[in-house]
């Protein structure tokens, strides 16, 4: 039988299952020039995609899990994608080549999809408007000890017994998580509130959230946000390492830049019920923007090679933006969903990561061993995000009415 858990042991689950993205990510930076050199690379691929095509594979998996979500109910549709999540871990663990590392990766991309869309659906069903934003935020700011410990420890992990074994860490925490759920957490979605999983229905719910103005410019906009940190994590190796000459110690800058995101997110749990997820997300956008222009104006006085604590303050700001952001920006559009959370968090989810994806590969394409496209993007990210997010607190905000 399943014990219902307190608030905390409900958070700090929702936090775990949500940094399984995260640790899929930020775990393997440490070992992307080992994976390269171990398997190769044969262009147009690089290991810029072993990050950027697990983000891509996120796109599918979160348009199918999130409406079974809806139809069978969270706990459901999150083991699922627990058990795809394993699959293509295995695959990449096996890999001899980087065609099947990334394969491993994408499959990968689809099943943690099931982790972090159904973590959201569990919230949106239990909590409404800045609560939910405070949660979420309260969320963000426990996970964050991933990116400020995860590459630390693979990167130790990485030196006793190589890159293959963070996959096999990747497989224990999926198998811990999933025993978590099952014995602690009862389901959020009662079966009178389902929606069967029928083509056509879900095609008529979808056209209806998606001719939702709001909803769409705010998908946007959490794209291009999510856009500007995909920049940095998937050429963050290579940068420190052709420019500073760092290698050993990434983590360590890896870890103080995270710090940003941390205090951001914890700053704001306590400030967005007092001020407003709109109004702390303008205060975002407006120093991811600032942070953008700062780093970009540097770059161009030390042709691209700015000394590394004016890129620390400039990244760190940018990524205490990025803090604020995320929790408010999800909050904002979920809102808008009213019963349609599963299939709504699969849009958003999988329409900012679409958007996040282009992005990254499209400015990565050009990354020439220097800060430009770092500061570039950053700064792209921050004015184009603000402008959509001003847009869209203009439009209708009443909750899509779901068809059953």
């Not at 990050?51 to 348009?63: A, D, Q, Y």
């Not at 602690?184 to 001719?211: C, D, F, H, K, V």
């Not at 109004?279 to 042709?303: E, H, I, P």
């Not at 000394?307 to 990524?319: D, E, G, K, N």
Request: with cysteine; net charge positive.
């Amino acid at each position: 039988m399943t014990v219902s858990p307190g608030f905390r042991e409900r958070i700090a689950l929702y936090a775990c299952l949500t940094s399984l993205t995260s640790i899929s990510i930020d775990a393997l930076l440490p070992g992307l020039r080992q994976i390269g050199a171990d398997v190769g690379a044969a262009p147009p691929l690089s290991t810029q995609h072993v990050i950027s095509l697990f983000i891509f594979g996120m796109v599918f998996g979160e348009l199918l899990l999130g409406p079974l979500s809806d139809a069978l109910g969270r706990k459901k549709a999150l083991l699922l994608g627990l058990c795809i999540y394993a699959l293509g871990t295995v695959i990449a663990m096996r890999a001899t080549s980087l065609e099947m590392v990334i394969l491993g990766r994408f499959v990968q991309g689809i099943g943690v999809s099931g982790p972090k869309i159904a973590t959201r659906a569990m919230i949106r069903d239990q909590f409404e408007g800045d609560a939910m934003a405070r949660v979420m935020s309260l969320m963000f700011t426990l996970f964050i000890l991933v990116p400020m410990l995860a590459p630390a420890l693979a990167q130790g992990i990485i030196a006793l017994s190589g890159w293959r074994s963070v996959f096999a860490v990747y497989l224990a925490v999926a198998g811990l998580l999933g025993l978590w759920l099952v014995t602690r957490q009862p389901e959020t979605l009662p079966p009178a509130r389902r929606i069967p999983l029928r083509p056509r229905l879900l095609l008529s719910n979808g056209r209806r959230i998606l001719s939702n103005r709001r909803v769409v410019l705010l998908i946007s906009a959490t794209g291009l946000v999510f856009g500007a940190q995909l920049v940095y994590l998937s050429t963050a190796a290579d940068l420190f390492f052709d420019v500073y000459g760092i290698a050993d110690t990434f983590p360590l800058y890896f870890a103080g830049l995270a710090t940003g995101i941390g205090l951001a997110s914890f700053l704001n749990a306590k400030l967005v019920e007092q001020f407003g997820a709109q109004t702390m997300a303008r205060f975002g956008f407006c120093g991811l923007a600032g942070a953008g222009l700062m780093m970009l104006a540097a770059s161009g006085y030390w042709n691209g090679r700015p000394p590394l604590p004016v890129l620390m303050i400039t990244a760190f700001s940018a990524f205490f933006a990025i803090g604020v952001l995320f929790g408010n920006l999800n909050a904002m559009a979920m809102r808008s969903l009213g019963d349609v959370a599963g299939l709504g968090a699969s849009l958003i989810a999988s329409g900012s990561s679409l958007i996040a994806t282009l992005f990254a590969v499209a400015l990565g394409a050009f990354y020439d061993g220097t800060t430009l496209i770092l500061a570039a993007g950053v700064f792209a990210a921050g004015i184009g995000a603000l402008a959509l997010c001003e847009l869209a607190v203009r439009a209708d905000a009443t909750p899509v009415v779901a068809l059953r």
